[in-house]
């Protein structure tokens, strides 16, 4: 008996499995990668809107950590405080009310994180109806307002006046 026969007869595998070795074939290789793009294909665009609706609740929340700050400064320091917003540049920070040299008052950037602009993320839009400023008085009293925050089909308020003295984020806006 040959060699290789034996060998069949021990291992049940025919000889030209025997000699080939342990890799992938040209034909499973390309299998695989067609595969894996098909997935590939059909998971991004989920993963893109996912990571868009992140920035927008992200952006939302820190709306609103800046309007409770913001109101939360001007009851400790009991000096108005107010929200700038720049809609044409996508910016809002907080500014706080100083006396100049002639004695006039005048608001400032606040010093610090709160007082820098806060970018809003290009692929977001802040919709039309937002106020320029939002003032906090001495009190912790905030005026009425809203801040629409949109992504593609998906839109976040953020609202002012409704609980005395709190911003609250809402899914949707009163405007639609």
């Known amino acids: 008996m040959r060699a290789h026969e ?5 291992t049940g595998v025919p000889k030209q499995r025997l000699n080939r070795s342990g890799g992938f074939s040209m034909i499973e290789l390309l299998v695989i990668l067609v595969v894996l793009s098909l997935a590939a294909a059909v998971t991004i665009p989920s993963y893109k809107s ?38 044409a540049g996508r910016t809002f920070r907080l500014q706080e009310a100083r006396l100049n040299n002639d004695g006039e008052t005048e608001f400032l950037p606040l010093r610090g994180q709160w007082g820098a602009f806060y ?8 919709r039309e109806g937002c ?4 003032r906090f008085s001495r009190d912790g009293s905030i005026g009425k307002a809203e801040f629409c925050l949109c992504a593609s089909k998906e839109c976040l308020s953020v609202r002012t ?13 009163e405007s639609e």
């Open 161 to 173: 006046g409704i609980v005395w003295g709190q911003a609250v984020m809402l899914r949707g806006c």
């Open 131 to 134: 106020p320029e400023i939002v």
């Open 119 to 126: 970018r809003i993320p290009s692929d977001l839009e802040l």
């Open 50 to 87: 996912f990571f868009r609706s992140m920035r927008l609740t992200k952006t939302a929340e820190d709306l609103a950590h800046y309007l409770r700050y913001g109101r939360t400064r001007a009851l400790i320091r009991q000096e108005p405080v107010l929200l700038a917003v720049d809609r």
């Open 6 to 10: 034996r060998e069949r007869r021990m």
